[in-house]
C-alpha cells in the first residue's frame, strides 16, 4: 500500500475510534470488547483486515493491516490485539472455510493459548488427546471468549477445539483487559487436530508477527505520547504549564523522535528486510514501554488511576512483550542476522 | 562505622517477617487488589501484633520494607493509618496530642494527611482550598484529591490557606488544620480503578463551609507550608522503605523462579543477560538501602539532611520501578500470572506520592547550589 493509500486508511481508522472506541475505553479495559464493537469492527473490514477476501476478509496488505493495528492501539491496544490475534493468528492457523469467515465477520470468537512458542518454561496445564476425545486444561488462552480455541496440547499438536470447553476469566489481568486472559478447562469430542508440529507452527506464528506487533507497540506509544503533550500543555505547575520545563519538553520531544522515525520505517516496511523488521519490533516494543513509562509518569496522580487512560498503556507495553512475543527468542534470531551465526545464547 | 543493625532492630525485622508469612498471602493480596478493598483485619492485627509502632522509628521503618516485600497494597494499608501523625507530634500542642494521637497510635482510629488537591500536588504552595477565621472557628472551603485513607479516616491534618500572601511569597498564609471527617459540608469520595496500591483507600474531599474550632489549628497560622516540608522530609524515608520492600519482594520472587529452574534442569535458559539483571535489581536495592538508612540516621537523630532524604526516596522509588519491571520480563508467565503483575503495578506509585521523582531531583538540586554558594 502506497504512503498516500495508508494516509486515507489512517483517516478512516481514526475517524472509526473516535466514534466506537474513544469514550469507551475506559468501559472496554473494565467490562471487556462488546460484541457490538467486534460487530462494528467487522463492518468496517477493520476485524478481518488481514483474512483473504474469499471467506470475507479485506485481503489488505501488510502495509494497510499495520496502519489499522497501530492506529486502533493509539486507542486501545486491546482492540488492536483482537485484529491481530483474528488476523495473524486464526488467519494463519485455520483453514479458509465457514468458521474463518464467522471469526472476520465478529460472529464467532477466537482464542488461543500461543504456550508453548511465548515462554515455555510456564505451568501451563495440562492437556491431552486420548482416543477422539480432548481434555485436560490449558492456561495463557487470550482472546474473545465465547467460540473455538486454539492451543498445543502437552505432546505438541496444535489442536482448534470448538467447543465443549469454559474459559475461566481470571478478571483482573495486567494486559489487553479487553480481552479476556484465561485457563481453559477442555473436555470435548469437538476438536481438530491443525498440526502435529504445534510448536513449531506456534513460533513460526510468532515470528510471522514481527512488523504486526511493532505497529501495535507504536500505537500504544503514539496514544500515551499524544495523551501527554495534551496534557503538558494545559497542566500547570509552580503556575507555568508542565511543557514549559526543559526535563519535560526536553523527554517528550526525544521519544516523539524516536517515534516519529519508527512511525516512517513502519510505513516503508514494504522496502524492510525480516531482520530489519525484527529490528523495528525491537525498537518499538522498547520504545512503547519507556513513552508509557514517561507518559503516567507527567500525569501525575491523574496517571495513576485508569479514568485518564494512560495507565492502559503502561500495562499493555510491558504486557505485548510477554503475552504476544517471545522476547528472549527474538534475543537470539536478532544476534544470529547480526553476527551471522547462532550467538548470545549463554 | 558499623552497616549491622543493633539487636532490637533485627529482631523487629524478624518479627514483620513472621507477621507477613501468617497474615499476607497472595491470595489474600489478590482478593484485595481485586476488590479494592482496605483490609481492615489486617491493619488491626498487625497493631496487635505490636509492630506498628511509629515512636519507635527505625523498627517501623524495617517493618515496612518487610510487610511490603510481602504485599506492597496490603504492607502499606497496614501501616499507613497514622499518615500524618508526626504533623502533631511535631508541632501540635499537648490536648492535640492527648486528643488525636492517642487513639491512632493504639489503632483504634485512623488519620490522613490532606495536602494534593485536583489543581496540583507538587506545587504545594500553590493550593487553594481556604479556610476562613470566624470568631473562634474556621470555615473551610475547596477540594482535596488523591487522600489516602480518605474515606475512612476519622480525622485529617489538612492544609489550607489562611490568609493571602501579601509578601508575593506563596507559600506564606497556609496553615495546617486538624478537620474530622463527619463534619457537616465534608464529604468523601473513594476514588477506584488505580493502578495499584488498590488495598490502600484514596479519596477525593470536598468542604463547603466545614466548620472547624480555631483550636483546631495546628501551630502557628501561616507556618503550615514549613509543618508539612519537615514533615514530607520524615515521611520520605518510609516511602523509601516501601520501596525497597517492593524491589526486594520481586528479587525474592525471580530468585525462586530461577532456582526452580535450575532444579529442573534448565539452567541453560537462565542466560547471563538474566544473571546479570538479577545482579543489577540486588545492587540498586542494597543501594538504595543505603542510602535510606543514611538518611533515616540523620532523621531519627534530629538532624534532618534534606538531600540525602530525596536522594533515597527518589532512587529507591525509581528501583521499586526498575526491579518490578526486570522481574516481569525475566518470569514471563510465570510472573504476570502471580504477584509480580502487582507488584509492578504497585511499584510505579513510588515515582508519584509524597514528592515525584522530579519534585526530589529539584529539592536535591536546590540543595546542592545553595551548599556550592556557601549557603545562599
Ligand atoms: C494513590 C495515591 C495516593 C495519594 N495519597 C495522598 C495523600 O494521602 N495526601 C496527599 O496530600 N496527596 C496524596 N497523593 C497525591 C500525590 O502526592 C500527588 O499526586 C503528587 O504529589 C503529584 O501531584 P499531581 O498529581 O498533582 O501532579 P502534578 O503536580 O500536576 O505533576 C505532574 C507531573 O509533572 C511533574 N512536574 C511537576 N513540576 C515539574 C517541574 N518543575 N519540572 C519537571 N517536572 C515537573 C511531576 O513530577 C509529575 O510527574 C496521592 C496520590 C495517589 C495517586
Same mark, same amino acid.
Given at each position: 500500500?502506497?504512503?498516500?493509500?495508508?494516509?486515507?486508511?489512517?483517516?478512516?481508522?481514526?475517524?472509526?475510534?473516535?466514534?466506537?472506541?474513544?469514550?469507551?475505553?475506559?468501559?472496554?479495559?473494565?467490562?471487556?470488547?462488546?460484541?457490538?464493537?467486534?460487530?462494528?469492527?467487522?463492518?468496517?473490514?477493520?476485524?478481518?483486515?488481514?483474512?483473504?477476501?474469499?471467506?470475507?476478509?479485506?485481503?489488505?496488505?501488510?502495509?494497510?493491516?499495520?496502519?489499522?493495528?497501530?492506529?486502533?492501539?493509539?486507542?486501545?491496544?486491546?482492540?488492536?490485539?483482537?485484529?491481530?490475534?483474528?488476523?495473524?493468528?486464526?488467519?494463519?492457523?485455520?483453514?479458509?472455510?465457514?468458521?474463518?469467515?464467522?471469526?472476520?465477520?465478529?460472529?464467532?470468537?477466537?482464542?488461543?493459548?500461543?504456550?508453548? =512458542?511465548?515462554?515455555? /518454561? $510456564? &505451568?501451563?496445564? !495440562?492437556?491431552? +488427546?486420548?482416543?477422539?476425545?480432548?481434555?485436560? %486444561?490449558?492456561?495463557?488462552?487470550?482472546?474473545?471468549?465465547?467460540?473455538?480455541?486454539?492451543?498445543?496440547?502437552?505432546?505438541?499438536?496444535?489442536?482448534?477445539?470448538?467447543?465443549?470447553?469454559?474459559?475461566?476469566?481470571?478478571?483482573?489481568?495486567?494486559?489487553?483487559?479487553?480481552?479476556?486472559?484465561?485457563?481453559?478447562?477442555?473436555?470435548?469430542?469437538?476438536?481438530?487436530?491443525?498440526?502435529?508440529?504445534?510448536?513449531?507452527?506456534?513460533?513460526?506464528?510468532?515470528?510471522?508477527?514481527?512488523?504486526?506487533?511493532?505497529?501495535?507497540?507504536?500505537?500504544?506509544?503514539?496514544?500515551?505520547?499524544?495523551?501527554?503533550?495534551?496534557?503538558?500543555?494545559?497542566?500547570?505547575?509552580?503556575?507555568?504549564?508542565?511543557?514549559?520545563?526543559?526535563?519535560?519538553?526536553?523527554?517528550?520531544?526525544?521519544?516523539?523522535?524516536?517515534?516519529?522515525?519508527?512511525?516512517? =520505517?513502519?510505513?516503508? /516496511? $514494504? &522496502?524492510?528486510? !525480516?531482520?530489519? +523488521?525484527?529490528?523495528?519490533?525491537?525498537?518499538? %516494543?522498547?520504545?512503547?514501554?519507556?513513552?508509557?513509562?514517561?507518559?503516567?509518569?507527567?500525569?501525575?496522580?491523574?496517571?495513576?488511576?485508569?479514568?485518564?487512560?494512560?495507565?492502559?498503556?503502561?500495562?499493555?507495553?510491558?504486557?505485548?512483550?510477554?503475552?504476544?512475543?517471545?522476547?528472549?527468542?527474538?534475543?537470539?534470531?536478532?544476534?544470529?542476522?547480526?553476527?551471522?551465526?547462532?550467538?548470545?545464547?549463554? | 562505622?558499623?552497616?549491622?543493625?543493633?539487636?532490637?532492630?533485627?529482631?523487629?525485622?524478624?518479627?514483620?517477617?513472621?507477621?507477613?508469612?501468617?497474615?499476607?498471602?497472595?491470595?489474600?493480596?489478590?482478593?484485595?487488589?481485586?476488590?479494592?478493598?482496605?483490609?481492615?483485619?489486617?491493619?488491626?492485627?498487625?497493631?496487635?501484633?505490636?509492630?506498628?509502632?511509629?515512636?519507635?522509628?527505625?523498627?517501623?521503618?524495617?517493618?515496612?520494607?518487610?510487610?511490603?516485600?510481602?504485599?506492597?497494597?496490603?504492607?502499606?494499608?497496614?501501616?499507613?493509618?497514622?499518615?500524618?501523625?508526626?504533623?502533631?507530634?511535631?508541632?501540635?500542642?499537648?490536648?492535640?496530642?492527648?486528643?488525636?494521637?492517642?487513639?491512632?497510635?493504639?489503632?483504634?482510629?485512623?488519620?490522613?494527611?490532606?495536602?494534593?488537591?485536583?489543581?496540583?500536588?507538587?506545587?504545594?504552595?500553590?493550593?487553594?482550598?481556604?479556610?476562613?477565621?470566624?470568631?473562634?472557628?474556621?470555615?473551610?472551603?475547596?477540594?482535596?484529591?488523591?487522600?489516602?485513607?480518605?474515606?475512612?479516616?476519622?480525622?485529617?491534618?489538612?492544609?489550607?490557606?489562611?490568609?493571602?500572601?501579601?509578601?508575593?511569597?506563596?507559600?506564606?498564609?497556609?496553615?495546617?488544620?486538624?478537620?474530622?471527617?463527619?463534619?457537616?459540608?465534608?464529604?468523601?469520595?473513594?476514588?477506584?480503578?488505580?493502578?495499584?496500591?488498590?488495598?490502600?483507600?484514596?479519596?477525593?474531599?470536598?468542604?463547603?463551609?466545614?466548620?472547624?474550632?480555631?483550636?483546631?489549628?495546628?501551630?502557628?497560622?501561616?507556618?503550615?507550608?514549613?509543618?508539612?516540608?519537615?514533615?514530607?522530609?520524615?515521611?520520605?524515608?518510609?516511602?523509601?522503605?516501601?520501596?525497597?520492600?517492593?524491589?526486594?519482594?520481586?528479587?525474592?520472587?525471580?530468585?525462586?523462579?530461577?532456582?526452580?529452574?535450575?532444579?529442573?534442569?534448565?539452567?541453560?535458559?537462565?542466560?547471563?543477560?538474566?544473571?546479570?539483571?538479577?545482579?543489577?535489581?540486588?545492587?540498586?536495592?542494597?543501594?538504595?538501602?543505603?542510602?535510606?538508612?543514611?538518611?533515616?540516621?540523620?532523621?531519627?537523630?534530629?538532624?534532618?539532611?534534606?538531600?540525602?532524604?530525596?536522594?533515597?526516596?527518589?532512587?529507591?522509588?525509581?528501583?521499586?520501578?526498575?526491579?518490578?519491571?526486570?522481574?516481569?520480563?525475566?518470569?514471563?508467565?510465570?510472573?504476570?500470572?502471580?504477584?509480580?503483575?502487582?507488584?509492578?503495578?504497585?511499584?510505579?506509585?513510588?515515582?508519584?506520592?509524597?514528592?515525584?521523582?522530579?519534585?526530589?531531583?529539584?529539592?536535591?538540586?536546590?540543595?546542592?547550589?545553595?551548599?556550592?554558594?556557601?549557603?545562599?
Amino acid at each position: 500500500m502506497s504512503i498516500e493509500e495508508q494516509d486515507i486508511l489512517r483517516s478512516a481508522v481514526i475517524e472509526f475510534a473516535e466514534k466506537n472506541i474513544a469514550n469507551s475505553a475506559v468501559s472496554i479495559e473494565r467490562a471487556g470488547i462488546t460484541d457490538d464493537l467486534a460487530a462494528a469492527l467487522a463492518a468496517q473490514g477493520f476485524l478481518g483486515a488481514a483474512l483473504p477476501a474469499e471467506v470475507g476478509g479485506a485481503g489488505i496488505d501488510r502495509q494497510g493491516y499495520a496502519v489499522i493495528l497501530k492506529e486502533l492501539a493509539a486507542y486501545s491496544p486491546s482492540v488492536s490485539a483482537l485484529v491481530l490475534i483474528t488476523g495473524s493468528v486464526a488467519g494463519k492457523l485455520l483453514k479458509k472455510d465457514g468458521l474463518l469467515g464467522k471469526i472476520a465477520t465478529g460472529e464467532e470468537a477466537f482464542a488461543v493459548s500461543l504456550w508453548p =512458542a511465548t515462554d515455555g /518454561s $510456564g &505451568d501451563a496445564g !495440562e492437556l491431552k +488427546i486420548s482416543g477422539n476425545r480432548i481434555t485436560g %486444561t490449558r492456561r495463557y488462552v487470550i482472546g474473545r471468549p465465547g467460540g473455538c480455541m486454539a492451543a498445543v496440547t502437552d505432546d505438541g499438536k496444535l489442536v482448534l477445539v470448538k467447543s465443549g470447553f469454559t474459559l475461566s476469566d481470571e478478571d483482573h489481568h495486567l494486559s489487553f483487559r479487553g480481552l479476556s486472559y484465561s485457563v481453559a478447562t477442555v473436555e470435548s469430542g469437538d476438536y481438530e487436530v491443525i498440526s502435529s508440529n504445534g510448536k513449531e507452527t506456534m513460533e513460526s506464528i510468532l515470528s510471522g508477527m514481527d512488523l504486526e506487533i511493532a505497529a501495535i507497540a507504536l500505537g500504544i506509544a503514539r496514544g500515551a505520547l499524544a495523551k501527554t503533550v495534551d496534557y503538558t500543555k494545559v497542566r500547570k505547575t509552580f503556575e507555568k504549564p508542565l511543557k514549559d520545563y526543559s526535563t519535560v519538553a526536553n523527554n517528550i520531544s526525544r521519544l516523539m523522535s524516536e517515534l516519529r522515525v519508527a512511525e516512517v =520505517a513502519l510505513q516503508a /516496511s $514494504g &522496502d524492510l528486510n !525480516e531482520t530489519e +523488521i525484527l529490528m523495528l519490533k525491537t525498537h518499538s %516494543t522498547d520504545l512503547a514501554k519507556r513513552a508509557t513509562k514517561y507518559s503516567l509518569q507527567y500525569h501525575g496522580g491523574y496517571g495513576y488511576i485508569e479514568d485518564f487512560g494512560v495507565e492502559k498503556f503502561y500495562r499493555d507495553a510491558v504486557g505485548l512483550t510477554i503475552l504476544l512475543e517471545n522476547q528472549a527468542a527474538d534475543g537470539m534470531r536478532l544476534s544470529k542476522e547480526v553476527f551471522g551465526e547462532k550467538s548470545g545464547y549463554l | 562505622m558499623d552497616f549491622e543493625f543493633p539487636e532490637d532492630i533485627v529482631r523487629a525485622r524478624e518479627k514483620a517477617a513472621e507477621f507477613a508469612r501468617k497474615e499476607i498471602s497472595s491470595k489474600k493480596a489478590l482478593m484485595y487488589d481485586r476488590q479494592e478493598k482496605f483490609p481492615d483485619e489486617l491493619k488491626k492485627k498487625a497493631f496487635e501484633y505490636g509492630i506498628v509502632d511509629y515512636t519507635n522509628p527505625w523498627s517501623m521503618l524495617v517493618t515496612i520494607e518487610e510487610l511490603c516485600r510481602a504485599d506492597p497494597g496490603m504492607g502499606i494499608a497496614a501501616t499507613v493509618s497514622l499518615f500524618g501523625a508526626e504533623v502533631i507530634m511535631l508541632f501540635g500542642n499537648d490536648s492535640q496530642k492527648a486528643s488525636y494521637l492517642g487513639a491512632v497510635q493504639n489503632g483504634s482510629k485512623m488519620m490522613g494527611l490532606a495536602v494534593t488537591e485536583p489543581g496540583g500536588g507538587s506545587d504545594v504552595a500553590g493550593i487553594k482550598t481556604f479556610a476562613r477565621k470566624e470568631g473562634s472557628k474556621y470555615i473551610i472551603n475547596g477540594s482535596k484529591m488523591f487522600i489516602t485513607n480518605g474515606a475512612i479516616a476519622d480525622f485529617f491534618v489538612m492544609l489550607v490557606r489562611t490568609s493571602n500572601p501579601e509578601d508575593g511569597k506563596r507559600h506564606h498564609g497556609l496553615s495546617t488544620l486538624i478537620v474530622p471527617g463527619n463534619l457537616p459540608g465534608f464529604s468523601r469520595t473513594k476514588i477506584t480503578g488505580k493502578l495499584g496500591v488498590r488495598a490502600t483507600n484514596t479519596a477525593e474531599l470536598v468542604l463547603n463551609n466545614v466548620e472547624v474550632p480555631a483550636d483546631n489549628l495546628i501551630g502557628e497560622e501561616g507556618k503550615g507550608f514549613y509543618y508539612i516540608m519537615t514533615f514530607f522530609n520524615i515521611s520520605r524515608a518510609y516511602v523509601a522503605a516501601q520501596a525497597i520492600g517492593i524491589a526486594q519482594g520481586a528479587l525474592d520472587r525471580v530468585l525462586e523462579y530461577l532456582s526452580e529452574l535450575q532444579s529442573k534442569g534448565a539452567s541453560s535458559s537462565i542466560t547471563e543477560e538474566i544473571q546479570m539483571a538479577a545482579s543489577d535489581i540486588a545492587t540498586r536495592i542494597e543501594a538504595s538501602r543505603l542510602l535510606t538508612y543514611k538518611a533515616a540516621s540523620y532523621l531519627f537523630q534530629f538532624k534532618p539532611n534534606p538531600t540525602i532524604t530525596s536522594m533515597s526516596k527518589a532512587y529507591a522509588a525509581e528501583t521499586a520501578v526498575f526491579a518490578t519491571e526486570k522481574a516481569l520480563e525475566i518470569t514471563g508467565y510465570s510472573g504476570i500470572n502471580g504477584d509480580l503483575e502487582r507488584f509492578f503495578r504497585d511499584a510505579k506509585i513510588m515515582e508519584i506520592w509524597e514528592g515525584t521523582s522530579e519534585i526530589e531531583k529539584l529539592i536535591i538540586w536546590r540543595n546542592l547550589i545553595r551548599e556550592a554558594r556557601g549557603g545562599n
